[in-house]
C-alpha cells in the first residue's frame, strides 16, 4: 500500500494545481482504438482548466516520428509544449516551467496521456517520489491493450496515486454550485462522457 496522506490530497485547488498532458500525438491514431473517446474526454477537461485558470504542461514523444499532438485538442494555452525522448514527462524543460509557474513545485498534478503503462505512469513515478500528490484521469489515459492501461492504473493506485475520471476532477475544481463559473462549467459536462471501457471489478 501507499504510504497515507492528509485530507488535503483530495482537495484540487486551481491555484496549486497542475495538469499535465502526456503524448496524445497524431501518429498513435491508428494504433490505440480508444483514442477517439480519450480525445473527447481530454478536450472536455482541458477546456474546464482553461476556466479554472490551472496551467498546462504539454509533452510529445519524439514528435519528429510520432507527430504533433492531435489537432482536436486545443492546446494553445499550454504554459510549455516539451518535445522529448525520455518516457517520463519530467524532463528538464518541464521541471524549469513548473518552477517558473509554482516558485518550486506543484501540490498536485492532474496527469493523462498516452500510454498509460510507459510515459504515463514513469511521469507518476517520477512525480510520486518528489511528494507531489498525482490524480490519474482514468477516461483520459489510454494504452494499446486496455489491460496494459487497466494494471497500470492499479500499479499507480497502490503507490498512492487518486485514479479519477475527468468529471471528477472538474466537479472538485468547481466545488460548489455558487462558483461563478458553475453554468460555463455545466455546458461542458451536459454531454456524458466517452466509454473508456475501463476494467470493473467482478462482484461475484
Known amino acids: 500500500m501507499g504510504k497515507v496522506r492528509g485530507s488535503a490530497l483530495y482537495r484540487l485547488v486551481p491555484s496549486k494545481t497542475l495538469f499535465m498532458l502526456c503524448d496524445v500525438q497524431e501518429k498513435f491514431k491508428p494504433a490505440i482504438p480508444l483514442l477517439?473517446?480519450?480525445?473527447?474526454?481530454?478536450?472536455?477537461?482541458?477546456?474546464?482548466?482553461?476556466?479554472?485558470?490551472?496551467?498546462?504542461?504539454?509533452?510529445?514523444?519524439?514528435?519528429?516520428?510520432?507527430?504533433?499532438?492531435?489537432?482536436?485538442?486545443?492546446?494553445?494555452?499550454?504554459?510549455?509544449?516539451?518535445?522529448?525522448?525520455?518516457?517520463?514527462?519530467?524532463?528538464?524543460?518541464?521541471?524549469?516551467?513548473?518552477?517558473?509557474?509554482?516558485?518550486?513545485?506543484?501540490?498536485?498534478?492532474?496527469?493523462?496521456?498516452?500510454?498509460t503503462h510507459v510515459c504515463v505512469e514513469q511521469t507518476a513515478f517520477?512525480?510520486?517520489?518528489?511528494?507531489?500528490?498525482?490524480?490519474?484521469?482514468?477516461?483520459?489515459?489510454?494504452?494499446?491493450?486496455?489491460?496494459?492501461?487497466?494494471?497500470?492504473?492499479?500499479?499507480?493506485?497502490?503507490?498512492g496515486c487518486n485514479i479519477s475520471t475527468s468529471e471528477s476532477v472538474i466537479f472538485n475544481l468547481l466545488g460548489d454550485k455558487e462558483h461563478k463559473s458553475f453554468k460555463e462549467i455545466a455546458s461542458l459536462v451536459k454531454k456524458v462522457s466517452a466509454d473508456m471501457q475501463l476494467w470493473r471489478p467482478s462482484n461475484k
Not at 519530467?90 to 509554482?102: D, G, Q
Not at 513545485?105 to 496521456?113: A, H, N
Not at 482514468?138 to 497500470?152: E, G, K, P, T
Open 36 to 115: 477517439n473517446c480519450l480525445i473527447e474526454n481530454t478536450a472536455k477537461l482541458l477546456a474546464a482548466g482553461k476556466v479554472f485558470q490551472v496551467p498546462l504542461l504539454v509533452t510529445e514523444q519524439y514528435p519528429e516520428k510520432l507527430g504533433k499532438t492531435v489537432s482536436e485538442l486545443n492546446i494553445e494555452h499550454a504554459c510549455a509544449n516539451v518535445s522529448k525522448t525520455k518516457f517520463s514527462m519530467l524532463v528538464e524543460p518541464v521541471r524549469k516551467s513548473m518552477a517558473e509557474i509554482f516558485g518550486d513545485k506543484p501540490k498536485t498534478v492532474v496527469l493523462f496521456g498516452l500510454e
Open 126 to 159: 517520477d512525480l510520486v517520489n518528489e511528494d507531489i500528490d498525482v490524480w490519474l484521469v482514468a477516461d483520459c489515459c489510454a494504452s494499446r491493450l486496455n489491460q496494459d492501461r487497466d494494471l497500470a492504473l492499479e500499479r499507480l493506485r497502490h503507490i
